[in-house]
């Protein structure tokens, strides 16, 4: 029978197997690059204090690392949108905030930038600006989208709660 330890370490060798492939593979390869990665980080539960050590070590590696900062729903004339919100973190306090992290694969995206999760999937908008239209009662918000891309995997989660952190794939 195998031990926690041991299939955790298996999973996690598999990820950075899945890792590795999927930055070397060609962009029309799959139509989910982190399919590998969401199916060996799916049941895995971080110990305590993993989260902000792991963080660490891949900001110390030079991986960019990302936070859901937060999720905003814009009032538009004909509907309503919701936009997520992520900046690149690397302070330790920041590291250690109880949002949900992403360290990013990749290509590096901007240091700020909003993906709206029921659109087109994971396309990086940036430069939120706001202006105002004579006939709507409220300010409206516009975004700049770019040609890059935001997919990320699962979150692993801690015992008993608290922020997740994943894996995103920018290209």
Not at 93 to 101: E, F
Not at 142 to 170: W, Y
Request: proline share 8%; hydrophobic share 45%.
């Amino acid at each position: 029978m195998m031990g926690i330890r041991a299939r955790r370490v298996l999973a996690g060798g598999a990820a950075a197997v899945a890792i590795g492939v999927g930055a070397v593979a060609p962009a029309g390869a799959a139509t989910d690059p982190l399919a590998p990665v969401t199916a060996a980080a799916s049941s895995l539960e971080a110990p305590y204090g993993m989260t902000v050590k792991t963080l660490t070590a891949a900001r110390d590696a030079g991986f960019p690392i990302y936070e859901a900062a937060e999720k905003v729903l814009y009032q538009a004339p004909k509907r309503a949108f919701w936009m997520i919100e992520y900046r690149r973190v690397s302070s330790d306090y920041d590291l250690s905030s109880p949002t949900t992290k992403f360290v990013a694969v990749g290509a590096v995206g901007p240091d700020t930038f909003w993906v709206s999760p029921d659109s087109v999937p994971g396309v990086i908008s940036i430069n939120r600006t706001w202006h105002h239209q004579d006939n709507v009662a409220f300010p409206m918000v516009g975004f700049e989208q770019t040609d890059q891309r935001f997919t990320n995997s699962p979150l692993v989660q801690l015992p008993g709660g608290g922020p997740g952190i994943g894996i995103a794939l920018i290209t």
